[in-house]
Nanobody
Framework: QVQLIESGGGLVQAGGSLRLSCAASGRTFSTNDMGWFRQAPGKEREFVAAITWSGGNTLYADSVKGRFSITRDNAKNTVYLQMNSLKPEDTGVYYC??????????????????WGQGTQVTISS
């Protein structure tokens, strides 16, 4: 059974940092694109960042560009999201995603085949 397990969420003050991790199990995603989405209370789920299988290409939502960084360690079957200069509007549940495709980095939710259960990130002002 394929699982994506997120960790690293929590409560931090505005301006602080968090590092989310997503460990995959059940299959390797070393040749697949992965990413992060988030959903704030009362809002639609939105794209945050994505990374190609090699880590050579990344894509970010405009709202997080310059503050967030997505990386991966294929040997550990893990993807990370480093979040700096956090703002209250970054609050939400963050979901790790994985695609069966590779090299076609996407910001569209329907391009991802596997989703984690999510980890809560709360930024206080």
């Amino acid at each position: 059974q394929v699982q994506l397990i997120e960790s690293g969420g929590g409560l931090v003050q505005a301006g602080g940092s968090l590092r989310l991790s997503c460990a995959a199990s059940g299959r390797t995603f070393s040749t697949n694109d992965m990413g992060w989405f988030r959903q704030a209370p009362g809002k639609e789920r939105e794209f945050v960042a994505a990374i190609t299988w090699s880590g050579g290409n990344t894509l970010y939502a405009d709202s997080v560009k310059g503050r967030f960084s997505i990386t991966r360690d294929n040997a550990k079957n893990t993807v990370y999201l480093q979040m700096n200069s956090l703002k209250p509007e970054d609050t939400g549940v963050y979901y790790c995603v994985a695609s069966l495709a590779s090299g076609y980095i996407s910001s569209r939710a329907h391009d991802y085949n596997y989703w984690g259960q999510g980890t809560q990130v709360t930024i206080s002002s």
